[in-house]
């Protein structure tokens, strides 16, 4: 029985890395965001700028999985 190949097993270890420290990037930005909000009475709900950036993060680690590599 063969075990599934994990999703970045194929990926170049830079490219893996990028997409490692984006996403950390991400996680805390929309940890600070609520309290930047709060702080400084932004009168934006938090997921106006939360919702986005998780989307655009999904949609370049799709790319990233499904461009075609050697």
């Known amino acids: 029985m063969q ?3 994990s999703l ?10 990028l997409l490692e420290a984006g996403w950390l990037v991400i996680l805390v930005k929309c940890a600070a965001v609520p309290w930047v909000i709060t702080r400084w ?21 799709a790319v ?5 590599r050697e």
């Open 41 to 61: 009475q932004i009168p934006v709900h938090p997921g106006w700028v939360i919702v986005p950036t998780v989307i655009f993060g999904v949609l370049v680690t």
């Open 64 to 68: 990233a999985l499904a461009w075609p």
């Open 3 to 5: 075990a599934h190949p």
């Open 8 to 17: 970045s097993a194929g990926l170049p270890r830079g490219v893996r890395l």
